[in-house]
């Protein structure tokens, strides 16, 4: 099955401790990228990845790191988590063309306290 | 920069009836896509249609439906026989062509209500 897969779930963390979270999608995309959810807000883009080894600040990438040493996985990770991290977080990917829409994981919930 | 504006932060219908949202953009761009993706209490984005600014046939998946306006800059959503199953988040979003900074602008969002 075609999907984008993102881990964990939920997670509860405290301020500072580095934490990762993973994307994986078995599609074959060349574009992977990172959204954060708020209320009110919308999604908005944190980082994005043209191809492997290509990487570049989305909207709101303060916080944040990402890599992407292989095709198939994108993850994110906050070194120093603080408490406006929390927030509801989406991977994203997409194939090449023009046109083609993204395909999101189930979200990741982080709290931070 | 481009702007996607949803109007409506909220709305309730009854199950059954149709049911339109509203989306507006601002962009200088003359070729673009737009979709609208839907976004259920289990939180999964899904896309619902998407939307070639070139087409001038509005885009229709079964009981949802397009309004696309180019000139006017508007893009509504259309649920005929509304259904329990459609109670989501709705966003309305935005990408222009040959976008390869991968940049899609997302709406704020409405809140879906169908009542039974």
């Known amino acids: 099955e075609a999907q984008v897969t993102q881990n964990p779930r939920y997670l509860i963390t405290v301020t500072g401790k580095k934490l990762t979270v993973t994307c994986s999608q078995n599609?074959?995309?060349?574009?992977m990228s990172w959204y954060r959810q708020d209320p009110g807000l919308g999604l908005r883009q944190i980082y994005y990845s043209m191809n492997v080894e290509v990487t570049d600040k989305g909207d709101v990438p303060e916080g944040y790191k990402v890599s992407r040493k292989e095709k198939r996985n994108f993850p994110l990770i906050l070194e120093s988590p603080s408490p406006n991290q929390t927030s509801l977080y989406f991977c994203a990917s997409r194939a090449g063309l023009y046109n083609s829409p993204l395909h999101f994981g189930n979200g990741t919930r982080l709290t931070v306290t | 920069a481009q702007t996607v504006t949803q109007s409506q932060p909220e709305m309730s219908v009854q199950e059954a009836e149709t049911v339109t949202l509203s989306c507006t953009y601002d962009t200088s761009e003359n070729n673009y896509y737009l979709f609208w993706y839907k976004q259920p209490p289990s939180r999964q984005m899904i896309l619902v249609i998407r939307?070639?600014?070139?087409?001038?046939q509005n885009a229709t998946e079964n009981r949802f439906s397009v309004n696309f306006q180019k000139a006017a800059k508007s893009f509504s959503l259309k649920i005929s026989d509304s259904q329990l199953g459609d109670t989501a988040m709705y966003f309305c979003?935005?990408?222009?062509?040959?976008?390869?900074?991968?940049?899609?602008?997302f709406g704020k969002g409405t809140r879906l209500h169908i009542l039974p």
């Open positions: 939307q070639e600014a070139y087409k001038q």
């Open positions: 599609m074959n995309h060349e574009y």
């Open positions: 979003a935005f990408m222009k062509q040959g976008n390869r900074d991968d940049k899609i602008i």
